[in-house]
């Protein structure tokens, strides 16, 4: 019984320009959105610390 031959030098680079084929296209997802994601970005901050602020002037009204 003969062995397995290993995979082919065609399947491993297919499997290879696939793999980077789907990390630019991330890239270029991010390339494109990359002001809106930042602005989204701030705006979840800026939320975070209002809350954030509004939970400790309520915490202190509460304690004194």
Do not use: C
């Amino acid at each position: 019984m003969q062995d397995k031959a290993k995979s082919t030098a065609p399947e491993s680079i297919e499997t290879g320009r696939r793999a980077l084929s789907r990390i630019g296209r991330a890239g270029r997802w991010f390339a494109r959105r990359r002001k809106s994601l930042a602005f989204h970005l701030a705006r979840g901050a800026a939320y975070g610390a209002g809350a954030g602020g509004v939970g400790l002037i309520v915490w202190w009204i509460e304690n004194h």
